[in-house]
């Protein structure tokens, strides 16, 4: 545990449960570190990202391992004072830190909040009993469970983790031969398989109606990347698509909760019959999403979501105008990793400068490691963020930047 000097116990303690190295959220814009005893928890990959003036920082291996972050909570409570409030913002520490604030009695959202945006099958029965469109769903805890459903649904099916981001364990099952390959239990879920293209919302719910948001068409899938490659996303300018999932966003977030939110929503999108669009539910998080999507909306919109989300977990309430209309729209690409992590960075292309071409990037120098950290999205081959007027022009500046862009790694072999 380190500190930048001892506390004064007089300030409110607040403790912050972070685990980025980049800075997709801006904590000392947010609460002031000089009048606050801001604690931080974090990881040795993480702790890169913790202000200089953070009055002390703690490290654990897991950020999202309950025992482990409370034991660091109450070391910092006994030279701090009990603190005054708990922050958690990445999606897998979100129910560590509202286990945490009911523990030590802090404001903002509790663990009941969280369980129908982090429990996909609890979060799928919420939606199909609001009577609104998704695929259909069923417990996946044994092999029986998931042919009955292929039976009625057919092959291929997805079968994939209750609780997980950043697709991790997300399966496509092409047929009996090959599930009778993956070990099953009740932490997971089967759906019926969808080839429509997959949409991403994201934007702040007040409590009774989303107040900022936009829509984002992917380009390839969070599953393909999962396996290499590249995976990238665009706002939408098509305003009868627009409105039709604006419309969908509405319903879905309001059958979830009446609670207010910044949110990362999923839906599959196709055309109609009757000439206008088919929305789906696929997942939601009760977070900002990942990716550039925080930096876009700070740099693009003139809005930032994770202030949004960090004043609700002291229980503020964010200041949220109603949106102007932007001028530019925005879009961002990842390029996998390109070895096994952690790796030795032995080529890398700087792509700033490019036309058309990424407004912002974060590409590593060769001779840098990428680490093998938890932050899936950020620690990657190369993150580039874009911006243009339309959605064909941002696109065709991505495609660019997919083509010319280089990077090389050898894996670094544990000692």
Not at 164 to 177: L, P, Q, T
Not at 320 to 330: I, Q, W
Not at 331 to 360: D, F, H, N
Not at 389 to 414: K, L, Q
Request: proline share 6%; hydrophobic share 40%.
């Amino acid at each position: 545990m380190s500190a930048r000097a001892p506390g004064d116990s007089m300030k409110p303690h607040i403790t912050i449960i972070h685990r980025w190295r980049e800075r997709y959220a801006e904590y000392a814009e947010y609460l002031d570190h000089s009048t606050h005893n801001v604690t931080y928890i974090t990881t040795d990959v993480g702790v890169q990202g913790v202000p200089e003036d953070a009055a002390a920082t703690a490290l654990v291996v897991n950020t999202d391992d309950l025992d482990e972050v409370r034991a660091k909570v109450v070391e910092l409570a006994a030279r701090f004072g009990q603190p005054a409030g708990i922050v958690a913002l990445k999606e897998d520490d979100l129910e560590v830190g509202a286990a945490l604030r009911e523990e030590f009695g802090c404001p903002g959202p509790r663990v009941s909040a969280f369980v129908p945006f982090r429990d996909k099958l609890v979060m799928c029965g919420v939606i199909r009993d609001a009577g609104l469109p998704l695929p259909a769903f069923g417990p996946a805890g044994t092999a029986a469970e998931v042919r009955e459903f292929a039976g009625e649904h057919g092959w291929p099916v997805i079968v994939k983790p209750r609780s997980e981001s950043s697709s991790a364990g997300v399966v496509i099952v092409r047929d009996a031969e090959h599930l009778a390959t993956l070990e099953l239990d009740d932490s997971r879920m089967v759906q019926k398989f969808v080839d429509h293209t997959v949409f991403h919302v994201d934007g702040y719910f007040d409590g009774v109606s989303v107040r900022r948001w936009s829509s984002s068409e992917y380009l390839n899938t969070c599953l393909s990347f999962r396996g290499g490659g590249v995976l990238g996303s665009v706002e939408d300018d098509d305003p009868e698509r627009l409105k039709a999932v604006g419309n969908a966003t509405a319903q879905f977030i309001s059958a979830l909760t009446d609670e207010p939110t910044a949110f990362h929503l999923e839906v599959f999108v196709a055309p109609a019959a009757d000439g206008g669009f088919e929305v789906q539910f696929l997942e939601v998080g009760a977070r900002v999403g990942g990716a550039e999507i925080p930096f876009l909306w700070r740099e693009v919109h003139g809005y930032d979501l994770m202030r949004a989300a960090f004043e609700l977990q002291l229980g503020l309430v964010p200041q949220v105008a109603d949106p102007l209309e932007d001028k530019d729209l925005a879009g961002w690409m990842l390029v996998a990793a390109p070895a096994k992590r952690p790796c030795l960075i032995t080529e890398s292309t700087p792509m700033l400068g490019l036309t058309p071409g990424p407004y912002a990037e974060r590409v590593l120098e060769v001779g840098e490691i990428l680490p093998n950290a938890a932050a899936f999205y950020e620690h990657v081959g190369g993150r580039f963020r874009f911006r243009g007027s339309t959605s064909a022009e941002i696109i065709e500046a991505i495609e660019n930047t997919a083509r010319n862009f280089r990077v090389s790694a050898t894996p670094i072999e544990p000692d």
